[in-house]
Structures are given as C-alpha cells and as structure tokens.
Nanobody, 128 residues
Framework: QVQLVESGGDSVQPGGSLRLSCTFSGFTYMQPCMGWFRQGPGTDREGVAGMEFSGAKTYAEAVTGRFTISKDHQNRILYLDMNNLKPEDSGIYYC??????????????????????WGRGTQVTVSS
C-alpha cells in the first residue's frame, strides 16, 4: 500500500525558510516520479517542484531560485527546501507521486488528474 506523509509545515515570517519532508513507501515494482504541489486559499492546486527518478528537476516559475527539491533514496524521503518565503507561498503543500507520468506536470494543471498518489498535506503560512 502506497503512503505519502508530509511534515514540516509551519508559520514563518516573510523572508524565512522551511524544509518540508515527505516520507513515502509502498512503491515495490516501479519507482515513481515525485513532486510537490500547493493550494492556497481560494486558488486551484498548482505545481511547485518535481523530480524524476534520474534526478532531473522542474520548478514552477514562481519558486525558481528560492525552492529546492531533493530526495533521500535510502530513507525514502522527498524534501522541499524553501527560502526567502513570501506571503503568496502560503497554502497547503502536498507530496505527490506517479510511476506512469514522468515528469510530473509542474508547470501545467491539465494532467494533474493522472497523478495517482497524494499525501494529506502540510500547512505553510507566511505572514508578518
């Protein structure tokens, strides 16, 4: 059974930093492409960062240069390091995984429906 469990969300001031973690398990036969998505108040869910099994990374334009996605393969943890946080980064951050869709659709929303596995999310609030 596939499980994705996010942690690390918190309330921070603008300019602050956070590290989100996603512990994943259950991918026995096929390694998935993975990524982070977020949904702010009153907005649609959008892609933030994605990572292919090869290590190739994709970032949304709004976070490029500030966020970094990485993976600890041995311990099965996906990370999102977020720096210089802005109020518009606030929202629920979701970890996602899909073995048959690589890379994950970070810069468009049309194919999000093809992502099979989602965590429950962790709340990030950026406010002074």
């Amino acid at each position: 059974q596939v499980q994705l469990v996010e942690s690390g969300g918190d309330s921070v001031q603008p300019g602050g930093s956070l590290r989100l973690s996603c512990t994943f398990s259950g991918f026995t036969y096929m390694q998935p492409c993975m990524g982070w998505f977020r949904q702010g108040p009153g907005t649609d869910r959008e892609g933030v960062a994605g990572m292919e099994f090869s290590g190739a990374k994709t970032y949304a334009e709004a976070v490029t240069g500030r966020f970094t996605i990485s993976k600890d393969h041995q311990n099965r943890i996906l990370y999102l390091d977020m720096n210089n946080l802005k109020p518009e980064d606030s929202g629920i951050y979701y970890c996602a995984a899909e073995p048959s869709l690589c890379p994950l659709p970070i810069r468009e929303t049309v194919r999000q429906y093809r992502i099979s596995y989602w965590g429950r999310g962790t709340q990030v609030t950026v406010s002074s």
